[in-house]
């Protein structure tokens, strides 16, 4: 049995059951998945030479693969008991190693237009690992480690909900903050102004980049979910944090990482099959760029935002 049939095997036992499994969650995340049509969209502000206030808005939508490998075997850090109790305090850790990879479909810059996509570019790639400690509560059971060629590196703690029904999917922020109360309907003379342009004129005629979960709630509501694993990994949690080369700092520092991933098992087609499961996620990354405007110290902060919806690849 090669590895994508053990990852589809272990989809399909996973989907039969909810009982508690070692591996936690890791089990279920195991496969290829990969977006489904229209599914993907990115929105970021990066510092850019020409225009009033030297920086662009890029808006993209994506077509992504997320390779989740099976779990490996559990290993154990030794620690002891600070209560004088009996006994060790060990912790287990189960993880997976995952390789994200994400390439644009269409690109619009504002200010500009449209831009061309050259065919096999790369707008985001990432490997790490995604761990899960059994055992332990349910708001420190999991760990995402992440690396990102451009120079970054993060550790962001997660937790872990499970309920029935859909996932209740809440906005994201999409504006700078540190700019005051400008509004983004303002006349094209405000900071904003690259913003401007989508707040009336959704992106390919169909993505508001200024409401970008609205495409994940759309994609949720084609088919009624049966029950849903939250995931919720952020540096700013205990533990948490990010290194970046000297160049990011500089220029656009990433100074947090949140992602909430939405594991739902469908609810049945009436084929007979084990109900599939979709994996839908939100990230927001902030970046540092730019004194800020409001009259309070330190930079503007941009969110960096990715949406996707993704189905295991059975090809």
């Not at 049939?5 to 290829?32: C, I, K, N, V, Y």
């Not at 850790?93 to 237009?113: D, F, K, L, R």
């Not at 999409?174 to 009336?200: C, H, K, N, Q």
């Amino acid at each position: 049995m090669n590895v994508v049939e053990r990852r589809r095997q272990t989809g399909t036992e996973a989907a039969r059951s909810h009982a508690p499994r070692a591996e936690g969650p890791l089990g279920d995340l195991a496969g290829e998945w990969v977006s489904v049509p229209g599914g993907g969209w990115n929105i970021v502000a990066v510092p850019h030479w020409e225009g009033a206030w030297n920086y662009r808005l890029v808006v993209s939508q994506v077509r992504e693969r997320l390779t989740i490998d099976l779990p490996g075997a559990p290993v154990t850090n030794r620690g002891i008991r600070f209560d004088g109790g009996p006994g060790g305090d060990d912790q287990i850790v189960i993880s997976s190693t995952y390789a994200q990879e994400v390439e644009p479909v269409a690109t619009a810059e504002s200010p500009g237009g449209a831009r061309a996509v050259r065919h096999g570019s790369r707008l985001h790639s990432e490997t790490g690992r995604l761990m899960w400690m059994p055992g332990a509560a349910a708001e420190a059971a999991m760990i995402r480690l992440g690396n990102i060629p451009n120079g970054a590196s993060f550790l962001a703690p997660g937790r872990v909900r499970s309920h029935a029904g859909p996932p209740e999917i809440l906005p994201v922020p999409v504006l700078p903050e540190g700019i005051g109360t400008e509004p983004v309907s303002d006349e094209d003379g405000t900071m904003l102004a690259p913003y401007r342009r989508f707040a009336t004129t959704p992106f390919l005629g169909r993505f508001d980049p200024l409401a970008p979960v609205e495409a994940l709630r759309t994609a949720a509501a084609w088919q009624p979910v049966a029950q849903t694993t939250r995931l919720t990994f952020d540096t700013e949690f205990d533990g948490g944090g990010i290194l970046s080369s000297p160049f990011l700092k500089r220029q656009a520092n990433p100074v947090s990482v949140r992602c909430d991933y939405w594991l739902e098992e469908l609810e049945p087609d009436g084929s007979g099959r084990p109900p599939a499961l979709q994996l839908q996620y939100a990230q927001v990354v902030m970046l540092e760029f730019f004194p800020r405007t409001d009259g309070q110290p330190g930079l503007i902060r941009w969110p960096h935002v990715s949406v996707n919806t993704l189905r295991r690849d059975h090809a």
